[in-house]
């Protein structure tokens, strides 16, 4: 397999050729220089998500790895690691079943949606919990021509509660008291259903199954049409990559240009994976 040199002793392996490259030769806990962050920064464009092997992070070097990439998204839903609420918690189990089986982009419920985010495997199922992740600028470029005309222009509605339904994440008074404050500081936001990437300029598919409730210019029944032809078509195997998590792997992926479906298939094992969200700017 081809193996690129990126500084010294950092280097990349494409593990597919849409999407998804191996990251050997770096060690997250230790603080990022300029010019190893420059690398990583340029790999993520090319490969879209980055995976590191034997990995071994505290919560505050996690976050502080994040940290180094923006401005950390604090999740009003999920549960926060104590005295670091910029990791968040992905804790699943018989009692807690996953609720991320479905193709989606993290948080684009909100004005700026993540430029990406920062996946750590604390705790694996003995087999399954695999995660997929999609290149949905490639989904894009391979639509005709007519449907891309047709898309560009195009918004659409994302909600959190089409995630976060409050059947299932309030429960509890406590629980329904951080659900009814996350509904009244999270109205329905429209992006774009074609965004262009801020820093490649090329234009990627933003509409997911997870969040988009619709797209506006259309009667319910032509949208809900048209979004299930685009969630079918960006989960194309030629688009994606399927990564089988190892204790202490780090995934790293561009929020603004791909999608991930992290398989349920582990139940009723545990599966612990912490996350950091790195804040992006307005879809354009």
């Not at 180094?68 to 999740?75: A, C, D, P, S, V």
Request: charged share 25%; proline share 8%.
């Amino acid at each position: 397999m081809n193996h690129i040199l990126l500084a010294r002793r950092l280097t990349v392996t494409p593990l597919s050729p849409s999407i998804g490259a191996l990251i050997e030769g770096i060690n997250l806990a230790r603080p990022l220089d300029p010019q190893n962050q420059a690398r990583l920064e340029q790999a993520l464009l090319a490969h879209k998500v980055l995976f590191f092997e034997d990995q071994t992070l505290t919560p505050e070097q996690h976050r502080d790895f994040a940290g180094r990439f923006g401005k950390l998204h604090i999740h009003p839903i999920y549960p926060s690691v104590e005295q670091t609420p910029e990791v968040l918690i992905l804790d699943t189990h018989e009692g807690n079943p996953p609720d991320n089986d479905t193709w989606h982009t993290d948080v684009t419920f909100i004005e700026t949606p993540p430029l990406g985010a920062v996946l750590y495997a604390k705790e694996l199922p003995p087999v399954g919990g695999d995660t997929i992740w999609s290149n949905s600028i490639a989904a894009y470029e391979t639509l005709s021509p007519s449907m891309r005309a047709m898309l560009d222009g195009l918004t659409a509605t994302h909600d959190f509660e089409k995630s976060f339904p409050r059947s299932r994440y309030a429960t509890t008074p406590d629980d329904e008291a951080k659900w009814l404050r996350t509904r009244a500081t999270h109205r329905p936001v429209i992006h774009p259903v074609v965004r262009t990437h801020p820093q490649t300029g090329r234009k990627g598919l933003f509409v997911n199954e997870g969040f988009t409730t619709h797209i506006n210019e259309l009667t319910r029944s032509e949208s809900d049409s048209l979004l299930r032809y685009i969630f079918a078509h960006v989960a194309r195997p030629e688009f994606t990559v399927r990564h089988r998590w190892k204790p202490n792997t780090v995934a790293m992926w561009d929020n603004r240009c791909t999608q991930h479906y992290a398989l349920a298939d582990y139940l009723p094992h545990r599966r612990v994976m912490h996350r950091a969200t790195i804040l992006g700017d307005r879809p354009r």
